[in-house]
């Protein structure tokens, strides 16, 4: 065993752990999962315009896409990622665009007495998402953040 | 240049396939069979024998549900792959330092 050897060995976990962080987080998601995911999350804040089983039907079905999506994505990626091999402030930063937006958006549209205020948010939200997630995936799974 | 082997230094994770292998598992929670066999240009047989080696030493735990199959890192696995890593530095480091490889005569 010589230190070339050694240095080798380094260079291809290195290597070979990048290569499953890139497998698991791709750089573009698929078209269907953004903007599966950003109507998903659309439906969740719209449930704030209904009461009662409706507003719990929205949930469930805005939840039952977005986690169905993601199973989906990591079913094709053949990868889920620990999210000790994330960054945690990219996706904690969509998630909070995503969250700001929505409330600001609805809160001004109610302020104004518009009607669906909370749809007209949650779309708001849901566009910011499928704006951000990618970007922040690229960011939470870039090189150099090791397990 | 030819230096011993430090502690941590695991001969079965050093194979190159296993080292690859479990390389590209670390950093996922568990990845699907075909992923590996895609990853590393194996074949099935070959690389369920590899895969079957690193379970019997506690490293590798695989999953089937159905015609579907994961392989993770156990929490032993995990363990030793960063201490083959850092035996693996700790050569680096004592070749790259003279004074570590060389130490000063005492007069």
Known sequence: ?147 | MTSARPAGFNELLHFPVRLTIVSLLAPAAHVEFSYLREATGLSDSALSKQLTNLQEAGYVEVRRTGRRATARLTSAGRQALSDHAAALRAMLGVALDPAIESPPLSP
């Open chain 1, 1 to 147: 065993m010589d230190v070339d050897e050694a240095s080798k060995a380094l260079a291809e976990m290195q290597r070979r752990s990048e290569q499953t962080l890139r497998q698991g987080s791709p750089s573009r998601f698929p078209g269907w999962y953004t903007w599966g995911s950003a109507a998903g999350l659309a439906l969740i804040f719209a449930s704030g315009d209904f009461s009662g089983w409706a507003a719990i039907g929205l949930i469930t079905a805005g939840v039952a896409l977005t986690g169905g999506l993601s199973v989906l994505l990591e079913r094709i990626t053949g990868v889920r990622l620990r999210m000790r091999a994330l960054r945690v402030w990219p996706i904690a930063l969509v998630i909070a665009a995503i969250l700001v937006t929505a409330i600001v958006v609805g809160s001004v549209m109610r302020l104004y007495d518009v009607p669906w205020d909370s749809s007209i948010g949650g779309l708001a939200g849901g566009l910011v998402g499928a704006l951000g997630m990618g970007r922040a995936q690229t960011a939470a799974a870039r090189p150099g953040n090791r397990p």
